[in-house]
């Protein structure tokens, strides 16, 4: 017998068995992970958002496990669930954000409730106040470089709207006025695609200095207000409508920008009361003695007619507000010879309303004038002239220099593309599947190549490589088709060589003249292959005025770069308040959607740190 006692009993296994088994005992099926993909497999949550939570959870966790809390989360989590979730979560959030609170007005619209403000406005005036006195949003979203202020007005104040400008008088405006653009548009919002949309008008503003610097649509154009169009009333004798009494106000803020200092009095003319916070402020410096000057609108061309009364771009005699061009006559757009009789007889701050006039208030600021407003180059050239250009080229190359399946050739067409930006590095490429004859050539009609703006804008190299391989040699209209594809490569080079992302401002004196040139060329080269081609009874390369507005542009680009005031931006600003928007649909009336959208967007601003 033993005298060393009872054997000790054996464990199993080694150390790294044991602690594989202690770690297996300690993992568990994540809460949150079950959560995220019952979310994305209802289609509540795309799988980006599905990962981007959980890759904050995860290094939420990380640093939970090093003893830090989060207060934050834990009091969103402790609200109760219920009918009024919503407003909670949006109470917590308006304490916690240092923000302006959007302000109330009572804006009239449709069916609204009496004696209930109707509207929430993000005023420019007082977000340009906060984002200076708290110094990151000024430095982001207004002026990232002080230096280049004297460099854009001593190029900018060659521009037709200038002339007479009282801005020119000041003694400081060169270092201390920011430029100042806003964007309007339409934007389908609910029953999208539907022949009963309904669609939200909204706008925002933006610094052409944050334009200029290159920083994103998030930072730059900062939402104002909206409304749906259908609810939009109009003015009567007793009071004005929902756009008057928009444009007053916003023209109000937009002067109070332009002093430079806090009013003493309402939009309305009412003094503040004595004693009150605004009363408190009245007076003083609004951003340190900056201020700033509206001096462009950008805005598609239905925008334009629609709510600022310019001229129809289709009507035949007085279709552009910039010049008293017309269709037909001595002055005809459709006459783009190098010195064409419209090209001087273009408008002047002193004369502009003798050919049109506006109602909208914005019209009364100091200098502010019908050539303040900026013929879209996205929406003219890309989305207006190459469209159809473009289209005709390929639908003649389709019908008379491709043998083979209506299939065999759209997918040769297609592959040449995709193969050809693939191999070139093309900047932007070209996302449409060119699989179906409408994609170039409409059922009815002219025609026009189907794609966002950047698809068309990225077609000039491709399309010019394509139609040399495949065009005959000995026709004539075919040579002039590769002359204007030639001068269209020739401007996009220009204007691209020269853009602000390289620093430039607007295209150097001459660069300009070379580009309007180019600009004048392609036009007279579209015009002759329509001619040609109706005579030949064959529907090809329609000419609308959007060329005549894009060569507008080209006129101006030697004071400011086509790409500082296109609506590449604005139209991605109208994507994402048609989120917005969406979000704030469910139980609630049409007026207080717009309510819901501003403080959502006073939410957003502040998560991002944007202005605070």
């Keep these: 017998m033993d005298d060393a006692g009872p054997a000790r009993k054996r464990r199993k296994g080694g150390i790294q068995q044991r602690q594989s088994q202690a770690e297996a005992s300690k993992t568990s099926i994540s809460a949150l992970h079950d959560l995220l993909m019952t979310y994305l497999a209802q289609g509540l949550m795309s799988a980006a958002v599905c990962h981007a939570i959980a890759t904050a959870a995860v290094a939420d966790m990380g640093l939970s496990r090093e003893g830090t ?33 959007p302000k109330e007005f009572d804006i009239p619209l449709a069916g609204q409730v009496p004696g209930q403000p109707t509207s929430l406005l993000l ?5 340009m106040a906060h984002m200076f006195s708290n110094g990151t949003g000024w430095v982001t979203s207004v002026l990232p ?8 007005w001593d190029c900018f104040r060659k521009h037709p709207c200038m002339e007479g400008h009282p801005l020119l008088s000041h003694p400081q405006y060169r270092n201390r006025c920011i430029p100042l653009a806003m964007h309007g548009d339409e934007v389908p919002v609910l029953g999208v695609g539907k022949i009963w949309c309904r669609s939200a008008l909204a706008f925002s503003w933006n610094s052409l200095m944050a334009t200029f610097a290159g920083r994103s649509v998030q930072d730059t154009n900062l939402y104002i207000w909206g409304c749906f169009e259908k609810f939009i ?16 106000i916003l023209a109000w803020s937009f002067g109070i920008i332009y002093e430079g200092v806090w009013p003493t009095k309402d939009w309305e003319g009412t003094p503040y009361a004595p004693g009150s916070a605004e009363a408190a402020k009245a007076g003083t410096l609004l951003c340190g003695g900056y201020f700033g000057a509206l001096v462009q609108l950008a805005g598609d061309l239905d925008y334009y007619a629609k709510w600022l009364q310019v001229p129809k771009w ?5 279709p552009c507000c910039l010049c008293r061009a017309s269709f037909k006559g001595p002055l005809s757009w459709m006459d ?7 090209q001087s007889a273009g408008l002047k701050p002193s004369n502009w309303k003798t050919h049109w006039d506006s109602a909208c208030a914005l019209f009364q600021l100091p200098g502010f004038n019908g050539l303040c407003l900026s013929m879209d180059y996205m929406h003219c050239m890309f989305l207006g002239w190459l469209q159809y250009a473009y289209g005709s080229v390929l639908s003649l190359v389709f019908s008379d220099c491709l043998e083979g399946t209506e299939a065999e050739r759209l997918k040769h067409i297609d592959s040449f593309i995709k193969n050809y930006q693939r191999e070139h590095g093309t900047r932007y490429k070209f996302k449409q599947k060119l699989l179906k004859l409408t994609m170039i050539q409409p059922k009815k009609g002219f025609p026009k190549i189907r794609g966002r703006a950047s698809d068309v804008q990225s077609l000039d190299t491709a399309l010019l490589a394509f139609f040399q391989q495949e065009m005959d040699e000995e ?18 080079e220009k204007l691209d060589t020269f853009s602000p992302r390289h620093g430039y401002l607007a295209l150097p004196e001459q660069e300009a003249r070379q580009a309007l040139l180019c600009g004048l060329q392609m036009a007279q080269l579209h015009i002759s292959l329509q001619q040609h081609y109706k005579a030949a009874g064959r529907h090809l390369f329609n000419l609308t005025s959007k ?40 139980g609630v009336k049409h007026w207080q959607v717009a309510r819901k959208a501003a403080l959502k967007e006073r939410h957003l601003l502040w998560l991002r740190g944007k202005v605070g």
């Design 233 to 248: 009333v109009g003015d009567d004798e007793d009071a004005p409508g929902t756009m008057a009494t928009f444009w007053k």
């Design 336 to 342: 783009n010879r190098e010195s064409s009789p419209w």
């Design 475 to 492: 026709n004539y209209q075919h040579k002039q088709i590769l002359l204007f594809l030639r001068l269209n490569c020739r401007l996009s």
């Design 314 to 318: 289709n009507n035949h005699e007085k």
């Design 145 to 152: 470089d002080p230096s280049r202020l004297a460099a854009f």
């Design 547 to 586: 060329t005549h507005f894009a060569l507008h542009s080209l006129s101006l680009s030697g004071c400011i770069h086509p790409a500082m005031v296109w609506c590449f931006k604005g139209e991605s600003t109208m994507h994402r308040v048609q989120t917005l928007w969406k979000s704030c649909l469910p």
């Design 123 to 127: 005023l420019p005036h007082e977000m």
């Design 69 to 101: 809390v989060f207060p934050d989360l834990e009091k969103l989590a402790k609200i109760k669930h219920g009918k009024n979730l919503q407003k909670s979560i949006d109470g917590l959030l308006a304490k916690q954000a240092d923000l302006p609170t």
